[in-house]
């Protein structure tokens, strides 16, 4: 039998927070808990033991990184619970003190505007369970037009593909943007791994380092 994957949603509006409960619940999800603020985040996740937080990044009371914190907190102490972390508007910042918790795996940061794509929205979901990580374009987009040191080593391409790469995509997927073959985007992905010196190991997920050398350099960056 099929098991469900356990959810806590974090989100203070309620119109929003209804909304995307029953939307996660149609799509199969079994919602544990639904809170309002970063404390009761915590305390939900310590009660029910979810697969993955769904979380608004500003809630109460002071409305600045109270949903960011929780769930760096709670990846502190559960490494393994995959997070979505949802924002109106693009901060930097706030994505990559994410991405760096647990290195990367098993996160996602997206805009609330991609919620009204719900097959979108849910295949993110599950790639971020999957332990994936997912960056919204519309922060990879803002990454492209800052100068970073890490970057300028790429060529143009390589940097295309490493955008891509940010944003979740397989190999396979990126062939199919670029009108390339899956082997062509394998020796690009090799060669940006290479040039951002990211030696192979067993443990450590390559592609994801490349994405968080992504995200510090764009947040660094000079305009």
């Known amino acids: ?3 469900k994957k356990r959810l806590v949603l974090a989100e203070d509006g309620v119109l929003l927070r209804e909304g995307l409960a029953g939307l996660l619940s149609r799509f199969g999800f079994d ?12 305390a939900a996740v310590a009660e029910h033991l979810p697969d993955l937080v769904v979380t608004d990044i500003r ?11 929780a769930a760096v907190e709670l990846r502190r102490t559960r490494p393994d619970l995959a997070v979505v972390a949802l924002s109106q508007y693009v901060q930097l910042s706030y994505a990559a003190e994410l991405l760096d918790s647990h290195d990367g795996r098993g996160v ?6 991609r919620v009204v794509d719900v097959e979108e929205f849910i295949d993110t979901l599950h790639k971020v369970l999957d ?12 990454l492209l037009t800052r100068r970073a040191n890490p970057l300028e080593r790429l060529s143009p391409r390589e940097r295309e593909v490493l955008s891509l790469v940010a944003q979740g995509h397989s190999n396979t997927a990126i062939a199919a943007h670029l009108v390339v073959s899956e ?10 791994l290479a040039k951002l010196d990211l030696a192979p190991t067993e443990d450590t997920n390559r592609r994801v ?13 000079q305009p």
Do not use: C, W
């Open 1 to 3: 039998m099929h098991v």
């Open 31 to 42: 919602v544990v808990a639904v809170v309002g603020d970063g404390e009761e985040l915590k």
């Open 59 to 69: 809630m109460p009371p002071d409305f600045t990184d109270e949903g960011l914190r």
């Open 108 to 113: 996602g940061y997206l805009l609330k505007d």
């Open 131 to 142: 332990g994936g990580t997912v960056v919204d374009p519309a922060v990879v987009r803002q």
């Open 183 to 192: 082997a062509a985007v394998g020796k690009h992905v090799g060669n940006i």
């Open 209 to 221: 380092l490349a994405v968080l050398t992504y995200l510090r350099a764009g947040e660094s960056g």
